[in-house]
């Protein structure tokens, strides 16, 4: 008796060291499913009597009641929040009173799971757009070019329907960049910016897009934080935003937009994402409108997703603001709570460096700068394409050697250029193939690449290798602007000044 009491004492010592673990969630249920006895973990996580929501639930009790052991995955009822868990339950015999049971949290392992499903989506939707995008983009380009073109020969009557026409082509061209953006497959153009100059830049702007009936208000920690990202991008973001809370309150409000820093001593997990350690940014974005329902707020970032069909929205406004925000290095997360209001976050990570002016003109109109004295070469397999960007620089008095390849452009050309302007993606030899072969024979030859759509190796090239990007579809304007004039029309006001 003896020795069946001490043995009985250090096995209990052994079940008290167990459950005083505080990670222990194990516990000991009677028949009935109430805790006799549990580790502290357990406690936490499903109460005095585990609730299961079903088909579980039956299959169960029924083990608890035949003493019977049961192992699966299961919803854990608690507080009206179903609770992910795996389920070990070992009965200790058909005649015991009692039964084991053992519950592992698989709340993270779920998070984990929903993340890489919406990669993947992410993924998908992201390889769609670059597959569209480029033969989409060269239409949407010869279409808005022979528009311009036509506009400056057309009479009052046609030129209503030329205006639709050059409308209808912006419309498509900013469907596939939001489409694009989602899929974290646009090509920025980042620089180091002050967040509170961004943010009181767009103000103006966000001033006339709001309701009168809403009200505006800046909230800038001074001193401001830097950021590296692409300015025009920001301002996108800040718009849709801004935009969307406007609508959120039609009947008047405040929309609020606060800057300050953030810093992290470890890594967190928020809004879908986790946030590495460092220190940060923070750009918020409030409104006081009828906040966004409980079993809507998950879905607002899907493509595609709207509660607007009826009114024109398209679903891409949130998807493209998350799209902008992850492919600049940064995190975005929502708050929304019914009839009060709701609260977007954007944490980007800050940067230490002096702000960076906007990349000049590829060739500055500087009296000093000195320009190679030869013809612009323009290469692109899409006939209209090339057309139109050749039609353009003639007309700003450039001479222009047209190809429709890059190794065509290479026997093209025999001696020195201005500058090549070229599509990025082409038959045979690529833009960035004909660029590199090109430098060769005349090295620090400006370039100019043109696209619909470049991936990331290509954009991480165009930054290394000193190329201008000019995104399609494009105005004959923009192209002549960035380009700049050829020298001789450059000097012509200088050679006067000499003469007088």
């Not at 975005?332 to 940067?351: A, D, M, Q, W, Y």
């Amino acid at each position: 008796m003896t020795a069946l009491l001490g043995r009985w004492r250090q096995e209990k010592g052994i079940l008290d060291a167990v459950l005083a673990d505080p990670a222990c969630s194990i516990a000991v249920l009677d028949r009935g499913g109430a805790v006799v006895r549990a580790g502290a973990a357990f406690a936490a996580l499903a109460g005095a009597v585990p609730c299961f929501a079903e088909p579980v639930a039956g299959r169960y009790s029924a083990a608890l009641a035949a003493g019977e052991g049961l192992v699966t995955t299961a919803d854990l009822l608690r507080g009206g929040t179903a609770v992910p868990v795996a389920l070990s339950l070992m009965a200790t015999g058909k005649r015991a009173r009692l039964a084991v049971m053992h519950l592992t949290d698989l709340s993270r392992e779920r998070d984990v799971a929903e993340q890489l499903a919406q990669a993947q989506r992410l993924q998908a939707v992201g390889e769609l757009a670059a597959g569209i995008a480029h033969d989409f983009n060269n239409l949407l380009t010869a279409i808005l070019g022979a528009a311009i073109d036509l506009d400056a020969h057309t009479g009052e009557a046609g030129r209503e329907d030329l205006t639709q026409i050059k409308a209808s082509a912006q419309r498509g061209a900013a469907l596939v960049k939001q489409l694009l953006a989602f899929g974290r497959q646009q090509t920025l153009q980042p620089r180091v910016l002050a967040l509170n100059d961004a943010v009181r830049g767009v103000a103006g702007l966000l001033h006339r897009l709001l309701d009168g009936a809403v009200r505006l208000e800046l909230d800038l920690e001074e001193p401001g934080r830097l950021v590296r990202v692409d300015p025009t991008q920001l301002d996108q973001v800040l718009m849709n935003l801004a935009v969307n809370a406007g609508r959120a309150m039609p009947g008047g409000g405040t929309l609020r937009i606060i800057t300050g820093r953030r810093l992290l001593l470890h890594a967190v997990f928020e809004g879908g994402d986790t946030i590495p350690a460092g220190r940060y940014a923070t750009l918020e974005i409030t409104d006081t409108g009828s906040g966004i329902a409980p079993d809507i707020l998950p879905r607002i970032f899907e493509p595609f997703f709207t509660t607007r069909r009826g009114a024109g929205g398209t679903g891409l406004g949130l998807s493209t603001v998350q799209g902008i925000v992850r492919q600049s290095g940064g995190f975005l997360s929502v708050k929304s709570v019914l009839g009060e209001g709701t609260s977007f976050c954007i944490t980007l990570p800050r940067h230490e460096a002096l702000p960076t002016e906007a990349r000049p003109v590829l060739l500055p109109p500087a009296a000093d700068h000195v320009v190679t004295a030869g013809p612009v070469l323009v290469v692109d397999d899409e006939a209209p394409v090339r057309g139109l960007a050749a039609r353009a620089l003639r007309r700003a008095g450039w001479a222009v050697i047209e190809a429709a390849s890059g190794d065509e452009a290479l026997e093209a050309v025999a001696g020195d250029l201005a500058l090549v302007v070229s599509d990025v993606i082409m038959p045979g030899l690529d833009g960035l193939g004909l660029v590199r072969a090109l430098r060769q024979r005349q090295p620090g030859l400006k370039a100019l690449l043109m696209s619909g759509y470049a991936d990331a190796r290509q954009r991480k090239a165009l930054v290394t290798q000193d190329i201008q990007f000019l995104g399609k579809p494009f105005r004959p304007a923009d192209l002549v602007e960035l380009v700049g004039q050829p020298p001789a029309r450059r000097s012509e006001p200088a050679a006067q000044e000499r003469a007088a």
